[in-house]
C-alpha cells in the first residue's frame, strides 16, 4: 500500500502544502473549495488511487499552506497550480478537479494551460461570477462573529452546527495553546472570494480541455446559470446529483465517485 507524502512547495513568498497519495497511473490534483482545506478531499483520493497518482494541495490562505499571502489574485491562484504540477512531473499531462473555489481555480488553470491537461472535472463552480459584493462582504461579516478560538470540539460544533461540511471544518481546527482554532483568516476568505466573484467567460469558452461539470441537486446555483455555463461552452457534460448540496463531493460521496470514475473512465 502506498503510504501519502505531505512536504511543501515553496513559491516567492508562499509555502504550499502538498500531499502526494500516490496511486497507479497518470497524475490528477484535487483541489478544495473555500475556508476547507485537501483534508476533506483525502476520501476521493482513496477512491481515485487505483486509476491514478493522487495529489491534494491546500491553496494559498488554507489548511496548512501560507495563512496571509499579499497575493490573492485568481492568478496567483493559477500559477500555484501550474509551478506545482511542473515540480512534481514535468512534462505530464494531468486531470485537474476542483470544487467551488477550487473548480473556479481549475478551469482558470486549464484554460491558461491546456498543455498540461488531458480532462477537468468541476463540482459546484461556475464562470459567471456575482455581480453583488455584499456576497462576500457577508461572509467575512460571518466569519468574524466565530468565538474562536473554541474551547473544544463540542464548543465548536454547538456553534457551527451540523452536516458534512461542518464536519469538514471542525476536522480541520488546528489545536493551540488557546483552543481550536481554523485554518483561515475571515478576511482572507473574503478578500479571496471577491476574485473568485468577478466573471470569466471569456477564459470559459475558450477552454481546450475536455471538461465535465457536476452540481448538486440542492446546490448553489439555479437551473438557468446551471444552463448558462452549458450553452456558453458547446461540448461541455453535464451531470446533476440526486442528492447533496454545494458539498456533494461530502454528502454525496457514492454519488459524486461514481458519476466521477466513470468520466475519468471515458476520457482517459
Keep these: 500500500m502506498t503510504v501519502a507524502r505531505s512536504f511543501l512547495v515553496e513559491r516567492g513568498d508562499v509555502a504550499l502544502r502538498v500531499t502526494d497519495c500516490g496511486g497507479d497511473g497518470p497524475p490528477l490534483l484535487l ?12 476520501p476521493t483520493a482513496d477512491a481515485l488511487r487505483d486509476r491514478f497518482r493522487v495529489v491534494l494541495m491546500d ?30 512531473q514535468p512534462g505530464a499531462r494531468w486531470t485537474l478537479v476542483g470544487q467551488s473555489m477550487g473548480a473556479h481555480t481549475a478551469f482558470l488553470t486549464a484554460a491558461a494551460r491546456p498543455d498540461l491537461f488531458a480532462g477537468l472535472v468541476m463540482l459546484e463552480g461556475h464562470a459567471g461570477g456575482i455581480p453583488d459584493p455584499d ?5 467575512g461579516e460571518f466569519f468574524a462573529t466565530w468565538p474562536t478560538p473554541f474551547v473544544d470540539e463540542a464548543a465548536a460544533r454547538a456553534f457551527l452546527g451540523r452536516g458534512a461540511i461542518v464536519d469538514a471544518l471542525i476536522q480541520d481546527l488546528e489545536p493551540t495553546a ?33 471538461t465535465l461539470v457536476v452540481f ?39 454519488e459524486w465517485v461514481d458519476v466521477l470514475r466513470a468520466w475519468l473512465s471515458r476520457v482517459r
Design 135 to 139: 456576497e462576500a462582504n457577508a461572509l
Design 178 to 210: 488557546s483552543g481550536l482554532m481554523p485554518r483561515f483568516d475571515g478576511d482572507v476568505m473574503q478578500r479571496t472570494l471577491e476574485a473568485v466573484h468577478e466573471p470569466r467567460w471569456r477564459e470559459w469558452e475558450s477552454l481546450a480541455v475536455p
Design 216 to 254: 448538486g441537486a440542492n446546490g448553489m446555483f439555479t437551473a438557468e446559470q446551471q444552463q448558462e455555463l452549458i450553452r456558453r461552452r458547446h461540448g461541455t457534460d453535464y451531470v446533476v446529483l440526486n442528492g447533496g448540496g454545494h458539498d456533494a463531493h461530502l454528502d454525496a460521496f457514492d
Design 59 to 88: 491553496q494559498r490562505g488554507h489548511g496548512e499552506s501560507t495563512r496571509r499571502p499579499a497575493d490573492l489574485s485568481r492568478d496567483a491562484f493559477v500559477h500555484d497550480v501550474v509551478a506545482l504540477l511542473e515540480h512534481l
Design 31 to 42: 483541489l478544495h473549495g473555500l475556508a476547507g482545506s485537501s483534508r476533506e478531499f483525502l
